[in-house]
């Protein structure tokens, strides 16, 4: 039977470019180079005013700690709302607020007067402007790559890399000339540059919300629509829950180094510009894992879930070998082993997201894995404080923080299909709700548009269909 040719209306409602695989792509991961720089970049090298804070405000170390933590965990906390806010009002005006949020979050913090206004100011309002900006620029970036998405990834990282070679003894300079409010107030500018990164984010569609609410032809509410975009099914799926253990896992371990390196080199008697140099060391060699991992992830010869248990499980081994290295050249050894891991592990652990949940539902899930993640990013580091004021030394924290990435490992390695040598076949998309009638479709980012009045000849066997929404 010959099928209906589609309206010029239905041809409007549902446009659906496919993934250029560079062009204008090239751009966003240029965006996503400078926004994740200075984000995980300061977040890195806020080590640097840890030992100001503790010996200005005559605070302990775990008190200090909640800083970076709360900072950190707000950016991940509040990724659901960017993620839905962006399938609302599109990427780019979210990512341009996050970037002023971030500014002014450091401006208002060079006038503290205590450590709970740190927490308001740097902690709360900065880590709510970045999480606006993280998420929704990740998938962007998705969304202009398919074939050479990992790659993509990988050099939209590397800006971490080079700002955290570069922004350690940077800001011990910026101390140094302008103390620590001054520093802090330079900051506030830097981040501003955040609205520009937002700015020249070009979606490929609309909004995906938005294209519902047109086909289902329903004048919604803003908050019905904002709900939409949060993929709470999710919470039901197997490999996302296990996923989302892992990297909490993860995070409880992968950022204390960055609070904790500086202040534990200079614990044993090392200068603070030597102290700082470490970390601009596991700079320069996390740009080459984040490049290496990412080109060789997209050559096929390894699966994504395997190649990241192995850097994994090699930085959490290397986050135990830090306190036995007692002289320079030694912690030097290990923490270029330490970066390399830490920079190979950070692209695949957000590409691993579409092929346990598929692109159609990527953006909700990197929002609510975030929101997963953040309980890890907000103990983590207090804990290490707190381990350190207790035993006096910063030994028994490095080993926690690599229990952690080795937990994270042994929990990954519970992933549905994990054991098998080919990937397996897409996940199937998420039930749809509403009939042909209504003109709405399930559609992702990158998924392929179907006429309303179609259907597919085969149907696939439910025994292939390797991950659902009910267990």
Not at 368 to 382: D, R
């Amino acid at each position: 039977m010959e099928k209906p040719q589609k309206t010029q209306e239905e041809e409007q409602s549902s446009p659906q470019m496919a993934a250029p695989d560079g062009g204008w792509g090239w751009v966003v991961v240029g965006s996503l180079f400078f926004s994740s720089a200075l984000v995980f970049g300061l977040i890195r090298s806020l080590g640097v005013f840890f030992v100001e804070f503790v010996q200005y405000f005559g605070e302990s170390a775990q008190a200090v700690s909640w800083i970076t933590s709360i900072g950190l965990a707000m950016q991940q906390l509040l990724s659901p709302i960017a993620a839905a806010t962006s399938n609302v009002y599109g990427t780019r005006p979210v990512v341009m607020m996050g970037g002023f949020l971030s500014g002014l979050g450091f401006i208002l913090a060079s006038q503290a007067t205590s450590l709970s206004h740190l927490y308001l100011t740097m902690g709360l309002i900065s880590g709510i402007g970045w999480a606006l900006i993280f998420t929704p620029t990740v998938a962007s970036v998705m969304q202009y790559f398919t074939l050479r998405r990992s790659l993509a990834m990988g050099l939209g990282f590397t800006g971490i890399g080079l700002s955290s070679f570069a922004f350690s003894p940077l800001f011990q300079y910026l101390v140094d000339a302008y103390a620590w409010r001054g520093a802090l107030l330079v900051l506030g500018g830097l981040s501003f540059n955040m609205i520009a990164c937002g700015a020249v984010i070009r979606p490929l569609r609309k909004p995906k919300v938005v294209l519902k609410t047109e086909n289902s032809k329903l004048n919604k509410s803003l908050f019905s629509r904002i709900c939409e975009g949060f993929e709470f099914s999710l919470l039901s799926h197997r490999g996302f829950v296990t996923y989302s253990a892992a990297i909490t896992f993860f995070n409880a371990g992968y950022f204390i180094p960055y609070v904790h390196l500086v202040a534990h080199s200079r614990h044993i008697g090392f200068t603070e510009y030597q102290a700082a140099s470490i970390i601009s060391v596991t700079g320069v060699v996390d740009i080459l894992g984040r490049v290496i991992s990412g080109w060789f992830s997209d050559l096929g010869k390894m699966r994504m879930p395997h190649m990241l248990v192995v850097w994994t499980g090699l930085l959490g081994f290397s986050l135990m070998l830090i306190p036995t290295a007692v002289d320079y050249s030694g912690l030097i050894v290990v923490s270029l082993v330490y970066g390399f891991c830490a920079g190979a592990m950070t692209p695949l652990a957000f590409a691993v997201v579409p092929e346990i949940v598929g692109m159609e539902r990527m953006l909700g899930a990197l929002g609510l894995l975030q929101l997963i993640e953040s309980v890890g990013g907000l103990l983590g580091a207090p804990l290490s404080g707190w381990l350190k004021d207790y035993t006096g030394t910063y030994t028994v924290s490095f080993i926690a923080a690599g229990s952690f990435l080795v937990l994270g490992t042994l929990v990954t390695m519970t992933l549905p299909y994990f054991w098998s040598c080919t990937a397996p076949p897409p996940p199937s998309p998420s039930p749809p709700k509403r009939t042909f009638q209504d003109g709405s479709i399930e559609d992702g980012l990158l998924t392929q548009t179907l006429s309303s009045n179609s259907a597919p000849d085969t149907l696939c066997p439910l025994k292939d269909i390797p991950y659902s929404d009910k267990e």
